[in-house]
T-cell receptor, first 116, second 109 residues
Framework: KAGVTQTPRYLIKTRGQQVTLSCSPI?????VSWYQQTPGQGLQFLFE???????NKGNFPGRFSGRQFSNSRSEMNVSTLELGDSALYLC???????????????FGSGTRLTVV | QKEVEQNSGPLSVPEGAIASLNCTYS??????FFWYRQYSGKSPELIMF????GDKEDGRFTAQLNKASQYVSLLIRDSQPSDSATYLC?????????FGAGTRLTVKP
C-alpha cells in the first residue's frame, strides 16, 4: 500500500512569489491535514480537509490556502511568499474524520520550501 | 499557556533503561492522544494512541493517560540506541490534531 506522497520534495522560491504543494493521501483515506514544521515553532496546524471541505483552519494568514479534490488529493498554496515561510510542509492523511477515526495520521515525507 | 506542553530535553538515558516522556495539555475537551516519533530529517510516525484513562501497552512502549490531571506520558522500556529520536505528543480535538514541541531522547550505548 503506497504511503502519503508529497511533491515536490524541495523548492526554492523568491520572496513575493507563490507556490503550490501537492499531497496524495493513502488510498481510502479521506481526511488530509497540512502542517508547517520549523525548528523554532515545531509542528503548526494549517488546515484539515475531509470530502473536499475544509473542516478546520489553523492560525495562519490568508496567504495560506488549500483545497481537496474528489479523489482526496490535496493542494496547498502560499501566495506572496515571505522569508519566514521557509519550512518543512507536511501532509498527513487518515481514513475518516473525528476524534477516534483511524487512530492518528500517516505523514508524508514533506516538502522543504526555502524562500530567498 | 501552550495547548500541549512537553519538556524539550534533551533526555539522555543509558541503553536498557526506562525512558519516561511527559506531556501536559490545557484543553479538557481533548478526546484522543497520540505519541509520534520523529527521527532527524524524517517525518513523524505514529507509535501509540490512547483514548481512555489508564495505561496502554504495546511491546516496549506504555502510554499513560490521566484526564483529571491533564497528563499523558510515554514509557519506553529496555531503551535502545535506535530509540534516539524526538518524541511528539499530540491531542485531537475540534477537527485538528495539535502537537507539542517534542522531547529529544538520546539512548547511550
Amino acid at each position: 500500500k503506497a504511503g502519503v506522497t508529497q511533491t515536490p520534495r524541495y523548492l526554492i522560491k523568491t520572496r513575493g512569489q507563490q507556490v503550490t504543494l501537492s499531497c496524495s493521501p493513502i488510498s481510502g483515506h479521506r481526511s488530509v491535514s497540512w502542517y508547517q514544521q520549523t525548528p523554532g515553532q515545531g509542528l503548526q496546524f494549517l488546515f484539515e480537509y475531509f470530502s473536499e471541505t475544509q473542516r478546520n483552519k489553523g492560525n495562519f494568514p490568508g496567504r495560506f490556502s488549500g483545497r481537496q479534490f474528489s479523489n482526496s488529493r490535496s493542494e496547498m498554496n502560499v501566495s506572496t511568499l515571505e522569508l519566514g515561510d521557509s519550512a518543512l510542509y507536511l501532509c498527513a492523511s487518515r481514513q475518516g474524520q473525528g476524534a477516534r477515526s483511524n487512530y492518528g495520521y500517516t505523514f508524508g515525507s514533506g516538502t522543504r520550501l526555502t524562500v530567498v | 499557556q501552550k495547548e500541549v506542553e512537553q519538556n524539550s530535553g534533551p533526555l539522555s538515558v543509558p541503553e536498557g533503561a526506562i525512558a519516561s516522556l511527559n506531556c501536559t495539555y490545557s484543553d479538557r475537551g481533548s478526546q484522543s492522544f497520540f505519541w509520534y516519533r520523529q527521527y532527524s530529517g524524517k517525518s513523524p510516525e505514529l507509535i501509540m494512541f490512547i483514548y481512555s484513562n489508564g495505561d496502554k501497552e504495546d511491546g516496549r512502549f506504555t502510554a499513560q493517560l490521566n484526564k483529571a490531571s491533564q497528563y499523558v506520558s510515554l514509557l519506553i522500556r529496555d531503551s535502545q540506541p535506535s530509540d534516539s529520536a524526538t518524541y511528539l505528543c499530540a491531542l485531537y480535538n475540534n477537527n485538528d490534531m495539535r502537537f507539542g514541541a517534542g522531547t529529544r531522547l538520546t539512548v547511550k550505548p
